[in-house]
Every structure is written in C-alpha cells, then in structure tokens.
C-alpha cells in the first residue's frame, strides 16, 4: 500500500495472550507508514497503521479506538468479530473489512454487520491462504465483495476508495434518470428472480444499487441497468444485496429476556392439554431468530413444568430460499460463542468438526419455508409473530398492510414482536403496547365490525384512501375533474353524484338545506342524509331514473329546514357517457320560486288558507299513492326474483344432494385410503428409524477403524468423507456436494484427481504409497464406489495410516547399514593383525588403524599419538586429514593440553561434543586452531600396554558437533587395544 492512501488500517490478528508480540515492529520494516500498538483511546488517523495488542478486546467509537480487557481470560475468543462490529455502527458505508489467512470463524459475523451497514468485504482468495479456513467461512457467507491475492489487494482497495469518495451519489428525488432507470433495474430482478422490490423503500433500493455500482466502478446509473442485462450473476448478487438481514441469536439480549418474561411464559402457562403453541417468523434469513425463540420456548416449557402438554408449531419463512436451505441444516460457525452462552451451546447444539449443530429436538419443532409474505398468504391462528428488522426496509404503505395481516394472523391475545426500530404506527386500535422500548405488542379484542379490510394475497399496488380515490383506481380515470367539467358545462345549482347504492361520490354548492350528517358514525349515504320530506321521493326518482335510464324530474316537495319547511324540485340525471361514470347518478337541487301572488298581503293568504291545506293534502295523498304504487311494483319484482331463486335454490338442492352422496362415498374410499397411508407411514417411520440406527452404526464403525475414507460421485464431487480425511483433506462440513479438485491437499502427490478418474474408466483399483506435508506415511487405495445394484457411481479412496512401518523399515535400513559398517570394521582389524604380524611397517599399520577408526567412528579426521617416555610428551605419527598448520600445533603434546593431553593425564577417554562450549578449548588461540582445522568434535581414547602403561593416543574428529554411541565406543576400545598389542609386539621385536 502507498504511504498516503488517505485510509487508516487496524489489524487485528490472532496474538498470543502471554506475549507481549513483535509484530508492530516488523510490519514498520516493509512500510513507509507509522505503525502503533494500540493505546486506550488513541485517535486513529489517515496513513498509518493500528495493531491490537494481545489479550485485548477492541471497539471503535466516533474515530477513537478503545481497548477492553477480555470477557473470559482463557477459551475462545473472537477479536475480530468485536472489532467489525463496532466498525460497522461508527464508520456504516465508510467501513471496509479485509479476512486473509487464518483458522476458525473469526470474522464471518463481523462481516455480515459491515454488509449490513453497506460497507465492503475483501478476503484473501483461499489458493494464496496458509491457512485457508477463515477465507472459506467468510466466501461462505456470500456476501464478499472481492477475492483476491494479497498482492492484487492494494489496487483494487484504493480504485473503490477513490470511487467511493469521489464520485457523487445518485439524487433519485432530482435525477431523472435514476427515477428512469430503477423501475428497468426492478423488472429485471423480477424476471431473474421473480420477486418484486417496488414496495420497498425507495432510498433503501438506491442505497444498495449506489453500493454495487461502488464495487464495479460504475458511474453512470444507466450504465448499471445495461450491466445487469450483460451480466446475469450480477443480478443475483444485486438480489442478495437487498436481502441483506444480518442476524445473530439472542440478537439484543434484554429484548429476548422481556420476550420471555412478558410474552412466552404466559402463552405457555395458558396453553391447555392437546393445544398447539404456533409461532411464525416471517424473514427468518438463516435462521438464527427461530432457533432462538425455539430454545427459549424449551428453557419456558421446562420452567413452568408442562413438558408434552401440548404441541409446538415453529413456522419460519424468507424469500431467499438459499438462505432457508442453510437454516435447515442448523450449522453455525464457533464463533456463535460470542451471542450465545456456555449453557446454552452444551444444552442445544452438537459440536461437528469446526462447527455447531443444532440438535434434533429444536430443528424439528421449526418448520422452514420459503415465503414472499407480500404476496403468499399468512400463516393464521399463530400466538406469536416475530417479525424484526424487516418492516423498516418496506414502504409505509406496505407497512399498513401487513400490519393488519400480522393481526388476521394472530390468535386473540397473540403476542407481535417487532425490532427495535419498528413501530405499529397508527394501528393503535388493533394492539396493545407490552414494551414500547423493544416493540412488543399484544393483539387488541375489538368489534367484527371494527376488523381491518384484508387483502390476500396483498398486491402490488396498493390505496391511500377509501372513497373517492379507491374508485378512481378501480376505474382507471380522474372522477373529480371529469364530473366538475361535465356539471360546470350543465348547470350551476347544488348537485350531487352518487352510485347505485347512493353512497356520495361528489359535491359541489351549497348542499346543507337538503342534505345533513346522520347521528353516530359518520356515513356518506344519501338516503342516510336526506332531510325529511326528501327521502321516499328521492329514492323513488333514483329507482325510476336507473331502470328507465332517463332523467326524472320531482317538484313541490316540501323538506324541513330549521324549524321551518321549504320547497325543492329535484332532478336525477343518470350518466349514459363516458363508460367509466356509467351506473352513476346527478342529483341536481332547485329551490322553487315563491309567487308573487303567495306574498301580496296576510288578508289574501287567509282566504285561501283552507284552499291551500286542501291542495297539501291532495298532494301528499298522490306522492303516497305513487310511493305506494313503487312500492308495489318493487314487491311483485322482488316476488318474481325470489320465485326464480328458489327454483334455482332447488335445483342447486338436489345437485348437493348429489354431490353429498358422491362426497359420503368418496369420504369412505378416502377413509379406507388414509388407514392404508396410517399403516405405511408406520412402516416408512420403521424403515427411517432401521436406516437411522444403521447411519449411526456405519458412521462409528467408519470412526473407529480410524482410516481416512473419502467418497466421491462420477464426477469426483465429495459424497462423504470420515474424520481422519479432515487431516489428509482440508476438508469441512460444507464441502459436501463441492468438486474435490477445489480442496487443498495435504499430499506430497499431485496425481489423485487423475488416478480417481482412470479408476472410473477403467474400474480397476489402484494402491499407492503416498507422504503427506507432514512427513506422515499413507497407503492410498482407490476403488469403484458400487451399488447395491453393481452400477459404478464414484470411488472410494481410503488412506492407511503407515507411518509406523515406514520408520520401523528405516530402522532396519539403518539396522543394516550399521551392521555392514561393524562387520568391515571387523574385517579391517583382522587385516591389521595380520599385516602386522608379517611384520609391516609400523607406519603403514598405524596409517590402517587410522582409516579403520574413522569408519568404526564416522569420523571425519583422525589421528594416532605414541607417548615419548622420556619427555613424556604425545607425537602424531600418523593422521588423516589433517593440514600443516594444525599437525604443526599439536606435534608434541603435554599432558592437560587439549583433549589428546587431558586425556593423558587422567589417563581416560575425552569425549569433546562440541569445542565451542568445552571448557578444555577455553583458549581462543586453541579453539581457533580447532576451528581453523573444521574440527567441532573430538574423542581422544588412551592406548595403554597390558601393563596399564600408557603407550599413545588414537584420537577421532568430526566437522559438526557430536558424540558417540555406545557400539561405536566399544569397537574403538577394540581397536585400541590391537593398536597397543601391535606397539608392543613392535618394540620387542626393535629391542
């Protein structure tokens, strides 16, 4: 990395507690930047670089590192994953994480935090690794957003930096462009995925797309759209990004804990023999929210002492079946040490290789599925909905969907936990708050009435309001401007516009003397709010103007008005055009005008009082006349109506009729059918049980011959593989199902994949010796995997530890060589005597002797000494190996002078592992001699006469420090005492 990259980089490798650690010192070295170890609240700053010292937490807050003594002292620990979190909430987008080489988890969940808050992830691609585990379990996650060799790192970091900082972000509220292009982005994750994301939030959907544009470099949102049609894996990688739901278990403890408290003990103490506690988990990602709530229900279940009282019912859905897959298998890293406790972990989990299991019990109490609670229906009848973190990414007008959902799902009673950050917005009247700081509710008892209008399955599109609005979209037109031009082109008086059931659709003018508000709830009825006098009439004139599709026109009725009464003629127009108002009615209002001769004096008006009283009556008289009549006529119709539906409610009688024997007969075939399903599912369950119980006796029959064993399909992907394998293998749990040319191999042997396939082919075995890295022996054998059915489908390729034999058999070699080395030594000193006693030269005896003491020994120097009684001194007389220099040091010796004189004067061996540490070449002009000469190592042995008198010394060198073995040594003092024989035998012969 460049010195001034403008970015600060925090390591937080793996350090060992008990040592205080060099590693800021030698990552200074190779950098120009200035490194530190971390300091309790030390700012970090661009352009250096932050090394956690060991034995600390560290967390990160507003730019300040801090640092935290661990939560346990010893055990396992996850620095990484501590760190990455506190990252993710202080940086968001700006937070980068780097995963290179390592072993175990650390890391994988602080990545999914960073993801969350749209930061970036890079990891070092596995083939470059050491270690490759930690590599693997971050690409698991999928969510990386580069793999890369650690030299391509640099580049590719500082290329999104400087996008990321420089480039401005998409303005989706004034570009149009990007209005224009996200419904292109939204149709084709559709047609990729077959999900709709328009009811999500609009700035959420951008903030992801700006993120993948950020990871290719992209400027343009154009630009994007154009690579999503190039690139189909982008599209999936984009679908990903919007379904990022970073979970954990327990996620926020204390909201787990008042759950518990609050919500599940009482559900469960209420709960009656044979009932069913049903919960639903609506965008359950992997699954860590349901096993939580699962393992809660145990731990309440076995407080309150009502074990199999009643059945439990855990349903959990996503969209994203990839990640359902994964919840159902219920593996997690170790490192879900960090959110979840020691009990828990020994209560409810399995430990398998690196990983952790959930066991049996809790998988099976959970059902998984993948769900689109948009557009798939709810599950109903539940007693608890956990549903957090997922309303906050939708839209508000979905929100007020699914929240009436969510209380159609519920059972009375039922209890809604919802994030942190969530909230039931105006649904006040159908919940009651249980925790208002962690958002748990509790399904309000209210009126059938009073039920919110549900929508199953919900659709795409959705109202803001009933009335006016809701009939305009059903209608596809603008009503309210359609029906103001048409009244402004008629007339101007009071009107009103209505439906065929007389709900107001419009007004305009003063309508207050002929309409009023009903008493108790508000309704926009116009038969519900027609002042007396108006009502019969005008429902009459409604009825007549539908059915014959002409105005009517009403004068002269009489309405109340304040106390008083006033006199309105009313005309009701149907619509015949445009088709979307047709069924619709205009109500027009016109006050009648007073005569003059009404008004002209009170005398007039006196006389013609009973005149008027009598046309009153008159009137009224035909008005009921005519209503009467309507009213008949609409009995004899309805009459007819009903007539006609009885004989078709007779009709439809014998057809159920019918139907019911057809259906009591085929209840009986069905019955019948179901007693034969009852008795082969027991025998299924019996054959399941009978399999389970030989998977397990297979499995620990595999485990305890302790022989690696690898499975693998026609196309060498893995099937199965023992323990022992994970040794030879880099193999995990996940490997299943992957091609093993992708498992790094611990092999000293690059032609397994090869051999594997020519067994295949050829289905003839092979069998060879193969050396892993750690010098460990194996006997691989490859076989044809057969059926049951003899079908070849795969191999077979078993390792046989035999490290064992291997060195047993080095030993014999070297059992052997060594005996073939005693035996020519034997052979040589046979020579000798017998050149000696033939009477050879002296020097040329002693010159064997020499070359025989440095085979015996597997020296590399050797030399012999005879003692001259009269200086009492040693002489070499004979040597191999040696150089001027050294012969002319040593010549004459005295006794106490190096090894040869010591050993003379204590009138023992001298045996000099290594002349750098003895005492007896503390001189450094002798150990310069010594060294000079490439000697490290001398055994000085005394020739001494049958006397006991000292004759010589026969001394052995070697270049490198060693010592002798006890065979070695006993040869040499056979040796020796040849020598003094010959000596003696010599000088006899002289004297």
């Not at 014959?548 to 304040?562: C, H, S, T």
């Amino acid at each position: 990395m460049p010195a001034d990259s403008g970015m600060a980089f925090v390591l937080v490798p793996h350090l060992d507690p008990t040592q205080k650690g060099i590693m800021p010192e030698i990552i200074q070295r190779i950098t120009k930047m200035q490194v530190f170890r971390v300091e309790d609240g030390m700012k970090v700053q661009p352009n250096n670089i932050y090394v956690i010292p060991p034995n600390k937490d560290m967390s990160i807050f507003h730019c300040t590192l801090h640092l935290l003594e661990p939560e346990a002292p010893r055990g396992l620990r996850m620095p990484i994953d501590h760190f990455f979190r506190h990252l993710a909430e202080d940086q968001q987008e700006k937070a980068v994480c780097i995963i290179l080489s390592g072993m175990g988890s650390d890391g994988t969940l602080g990545l999914k935090a960073i993801k969350e808050k749209l930061g970036m992830a890079m990891v070092q691609d596995p083939e470059t690794a050491k270690y490759d585990v930690m590599p693997r379990n971050a690409i698991e996650t999928g969510l990386v957003d580069y793999v890369l060799a650690p030299d391509a790192m640099p580049e590719k970091l500082i290329s999104y930096v400087t996008h990321v900082t420089h480039v401005p972000k998409v303005k989706p509220i004034v570009e149009g462009s990007a209005l224009s292009a996200l419904p292109k982005i939204l149709l084709l994750l559709r047609d990729k995925t077959g999900h709709d994301f328009s009811l999500y939030k609009k700035n959420m959907l951008y903030r992801r797309i700006e993120r993948r544009m950020s990871v290719h470099q992209i400027n343009n949102i154009a630009h994007y759209v154009r690579f999503l049609q190039e690139n189909s894996h982008e599209l999936k990688l984009l679908f990903k990004e919007l379904l990022i739901g970073v979970t954990s278990f327990f996620r926020d403890p204390e909201a787990f804990q008042i759950l518990k408290e609050k919500a599940l003990m009482p559900l469960i103490k209420g709960k009656i023999k044979d009932s069913t506690l049903r919960v639903w988990v609506p965008g359950c990602a992997t699954g860590e929210e349901a096993y939580s709530i699962a393992m809660m229900i145990k731990e309440c279940i076995e407080k309150v002492k009502q074990k199999n009282m009643f059945k439990i019912q855990i349903f959990a859905t996503d969209i994203d079946k990839e990640a359902i897959d994964r919840a159902r298998q219920g593996i997690f890293p170790s490192n879900i040490t960090a959110d979840v406790t020691a009990e828990r972990i020994e209560r409810f989990f399995e430990k398998i290789d690196d990983n952790y299991q959930i066991k049996k019990e809790i998988r099976e109490m959970i059902v998984f599925a993948p769900q689109n609670i948009i557009m798939d229906p709810p599950f109903i009848k539940v007693d608890l909905i956990s549903c957090r973190n997922l309303l906050i990414y939708l839209s508000s007008e979905l929100q007020k969907k699914l929240l009436p959902l969510f209380f159609y799902a519920l059972n009375p009673g039922g209890i809604l936990f919802l994030g942190s950050s969530e909230t039931i917005g105006s649904f006040n009247d159908m919940f009651n708050i249980v925790d208002n700081k962690w958002k748990i509710f509790k399904r309000k008892e209210i009126v059938a009435s009073h039920q919110p209008v549900l929508e199953l399955p919900l659709p795409y599109a959705f109202t803001k309001a009933k009335g006016v609005d809701k009939i305009s979209r059903e209608l596809g037109t603008n009503i309210p401007e359609m029906i103001q031009k048409i009244v402004l082109e008629t007339i101007s008086p009071p009107v009103v516009v209505v439906n065929e059931s007389g709900d107001i659709i419009y007004l305009t003018g003063r309508t207050g003397k002929y309409l009023e508000p009903p008493v108790g709830r508000a309704n926009l009825n116009i038969y519900a709010m027609a002042r007396e006098g108006l009502r019969f009439e005008l429902a009459g004139a409604m009825r007549k103007a539908l059915k014959e599709k002409r105005p009517v026109i009403v004068k002269g009725l009489d309405i109340a008005n304040n106390g008083g009464k006033i006199e309105v003629n009313i005309t009701v127009k149907p619509f015949g055009e445009p088709d979307s108002l047709r069924g619709m009615l205009m109500i027009v209002f016109e006050e009648a005008q007073i005569s003059d001769k009404n008004v002209t004096s009170a005398k007039a008006r006196g006389r013609m009082s009973h005149r008027k009283e009598v046309e009153a009556l008159e009137k009224e008289l035909k008005h009921t006349k005519e209503y009467l009549q309507t009213v008949i006529e609409e009995m004899e119709t309805s009459q007819e109506e009903l007539k006609a539906t009885n004989e078709e409610l007779q009709s439809t009688n014998e057809e159920l009729q019918s139907a019911n024997e057809e259906l009591t007969t085929s209840k009986e075939e069905l019955q019948s059918l179901n007693e034969e399903l009852v008795t082969v599912n027991a025998e299924m369950q019996n054959k399941i049980d009978e399999l389970s119980v030989a998977n397990n006796d297979m499995k620990n029959l595999l485990d305890s011959t302790e022989i690696a064993t690898i499975f693998l399909d026609n196309n060498l992907n893995i099937k199965r593989f023992t323990s022992p394998a994970t040794k030879i293998m880099n193999l995990i749990l996940s490997d299943i199902g992957r091609p093993i040319t992708h498992i790094v191999s611990n092999l000293k042997y690059e032609n397994m994949v090869q051999d594997s396939e020519e067994v295949i082919k050829t289905l003839v075995y092979k069998e060879i010796i193969v050396q892993s890295k750690d010098d460990r022996w194996y006997q691989m054998r490859i076989m044809p995997y057969r059926t049951t059915d003899n079908i070849i489908d795969g191999v077979v390729i078993t390792f046989v530890d035999i490290t064992g034999r291997k060195r047993t058999e080095k030993e014999l070699a070297d059992a052997k060589e060594e005996l073939s080395r005693i035996l020519d030594a034997l052979a040589k000193i046979e020579t000798i005597n017998a050149h000696s006693a033939e009477g050879a030269d002296l020097s040329v005896v002693l010159d064997e002797i020499i070359q025989t003491a440095i085979i015996i020994a597997g020296a590399d120097k050797g030399n012999i000494q005879i003692l001259d009684p009269e200086t009492r001194s040693l002489k070499i007389i004979a040597h191999r190996g040696f150089e001027a220099p050294f012969l002319n040091f040593w010549n004459t010796v005295g006794e106490d002078q190096g090894s040869c004189g010591t050993a003379f004067g204590q009138r023992q061996r001298i045996i000099v592992e290594d002349v750098t540490e003895s005492p007896i070449f503390k001189d450094k002009t002798v150990l310069d001699v010594q060294l000079a000469a490439g000697v490290r190592a001398v055994c000085s042995t005394p020739i001494v006469s049958h006397s006991g008198e000292i004759l010589g010394m026969l001394s052995t060198h070697y270049k490198e420090p060693h010592k002798p073995d006890e065979r070695t040594l006993v040869l040499t003092d056979l040796l020796v005492r040849i020598t003094a024989d010959i000596i003696e035998r010599m000088r006899r012969a002289e004297g």
